[in-house]
């Protein structure tokens, strides 16, 4: 189970190379998946960007990460 890990690192690799362009990647998740949130952890730490993570039950509240800063918080 879990994604398909030649597809997971063309994405990743994708992120490097933007992020050697100085383009930032802004990822919003809205799913509760395990192997989805870790892709987008990894994605979003190999470009320096910033990902939202939400869930269907709850999307007035997420979790924000800022991986410039290496904060993590949660907004509501």
Do not use: H, W
Not at 19 to 48: G, R
């Amino acid at each position: 189970l879990g994604l398909d890990r030649r597809i997971t690192n063309r994405c990743i690799n994708l992120a490097a190379q933007c992020k050697k362009l100085k383009i930032d990647i802004t990822t919003f998740m809205i799913a509760s998946d395990p192997y989805l949130q870790a892709f987008v952890t990894e994605f979003t730490e190999m470009n320096n960007g910033k990902a939202y993570f939400a869930t269907l039950d709850n999307l007035g509240s997420f979790i924000f990460k800022d991986f410039e800063s290496g904060k993590r918080k949660t907004l509501y």
